[in-house]
């Protein structure tokens, strides 16, 4: 449309519009023609890429011009314009694109512009100026540069006694291949083979390679603990080394911890005194200091104790004696408190142990009775035997024996408290007879108890021979022999019940 058609077609449109509505009119055909004008231009533009690489076997900068027409409305681009000589002047179909390259010196350094200036064929005005860039360091050369990175990764805290996790990635950032790499971990050591890629190949410039190991903190490392890597290689082609090292820090957190153990025997004797073993470990992650060790029986045994006391290994033992005294509970219990405090933490960590011992009082009682203490010659009598444990340990292999009728019986165990009774017959003779019985038996210590007791019987004659004549009438005779009996038999029995209470007071 040209101007003149313009002016027209405004006129017309403006004669038929009231005052106002043609103001408000006129302004919006205004906008329209200008939106004819350029519409053209904003419905086709070209597209602009550019890549740069460093060419190490020429030592130039190979650089790729990519320009596209995009175009949407099936029209031809062409360029009528290009601030490269690389790129010529040329059309471009709907949707097409060209790449032209072109080396720079491998001194360039800084931005080198492409700036294009296109036309289309819709006729008009419509021609679009677009640019792009490349940047280059001015480093670009044949000669190799060997390059290597290390990095290294680590948690920032970790309890002690656990593994610390690290990850360590080497990659080749030089120009040239790297051959004999190797990763030195100052905790580790060699870790080459540890990585997801072989290193007795070259490493090729730009492979990245990973390795992840694992470190457990012993007692006596640094905390927080630094640990550093070291990669090194060297060049395929300059044979000159590359180098690089990276660390990373791990704080070690720690929890203290305290383990007392306390032994004792099961049983003593009374009056025997008491050994104990008192045994005091540090169980935490970290050294313990101002470590006390109080006993509810021996008071404070904290004597010899080392201070600090390390981790693990150290165990601290004591091995005092107690003896019983009187008013002491039977069983004795006795409990040991073990303290101290963390070194790092200044946490306090405490344990307690118990053990207990019988205190054995052994003892034992026989008690020996007969049937019949007087008896007529020849008559049979039982004796009675009562064994009883009177003590508060049991009594193993209880012997009963008689100094007379020999050996009475056995009792396998005989329990605190417990009687066991047994009998045994005899045949009384002419003479009075004072038999003594003796019970015995050890407790679980081997400490043998004993006790005895007897008993006494007293036979009684029978008829006997009339005596000879004497000057006394039959009468008087007769009666002297019942005398002179009743004495005998009150002098056997004073004798015998003498020599039972001197036994007795003996025993």
Known sequence: MNNRLKALFFAVV????????????????????????????????????????????????????????????????????????????????????????????????????????????????????????????????????????????????????????YTITVENTGTEPLVGVSVIDSLLGDITADFDFDFTDPFPVGEVATATVFYTPLPGDPDPLTNAVT???????????????????????????????????????????????????????????????????????????????????????????????????????????????????????TDTAACQTDVLNPDIDIVKTVDEETVPVGTTVTYTYVITNTGDATLFDVTVDDDILGHIGDIPVLEPGQSVTMTKDFEVGEEPVINVAVAEGDDVLGRSVSA??????????????????????GSDAGRLGVIAMGLFGLGATLVATTRRRRERETA
């Open 14 to 165: 403006m004669v038929g519009f009231p005052h106002r509505r043609k103001l408000m009119a006129g302004i919006a055909l205004c906008l329209a023609f200008m939106a004819i004008g350029v519409l053209p231009a904003f419905a086709h533009h070209p597209t602009l890429s550019s890549v740069v690489v460093c060419n190490e076997q020429t030592g130039d900068y190979d650089v790729t011009w990519t320009i596209a027409n995009g175009d949407f409305q099936g029209r031809t681009m062409t360029l009528d314009q290009s601030s490269r000589t690389a790129v010529p002047l040329s059309s471009y179909a709907p949707n097409e694109s060209k790449s032209y390259s072109e080396s720079l010196p491998g001194d360039t350094s800084g931005v080198t512009t492409l700036t294009i200036r296109a036309d289309w064929d819709n006729g008009g005005s419509q021609d679009v100026v677009a640019s792009t860039t490349v940047n280059t360091g001015g480093t670009c050369s044949t000669e190799h540069v060997p390059e290597i990175d290390v990095e290294k990764s680590c948690p920032a805290e970790i309890p002690a006694g656990k593994a610390i996790e």
């Open 231 to 349: 990669a090194t290689g060297t060049g395929e082609d300059s044979g000159a080394e590359a180098t690089d090292e990276a660390s990373c820090e791990t704080d070690i957190t720690h929890e203290p911890g305290i383990d007392v153990t306390k032994t004792c025997p099961a049983e003593v004797a009374a009056g025997e005194a008491i050994q104990y073993t008192i045994a005091v470990r540090n169980t935490g992650t970290e050294p313990l200091v101002g470590v006390t060790v109080n006993d509810t029986l021996l008071g404070n045994i904290t004597a010899n104790l080392p201070n600090p006391l390390p981790v693990g290994g150290t165990v601290y033992t004591a091995t005092p004696l107690y003896t019983p005294q009187a008013g002491d509970p039977d069983p004795l219990t006795n409990m040991v408190t073990a303290s101290g405090l963390g070194e790092d933490t200044e946490a306090q960590a």
């Open 452 to 473: 005895d007791d007897d008993a006494i019987v007293t036979p009684i004659l029978g008829e006997t021979q009339p005596p000879p004549p004497t000057p006394f009438t």
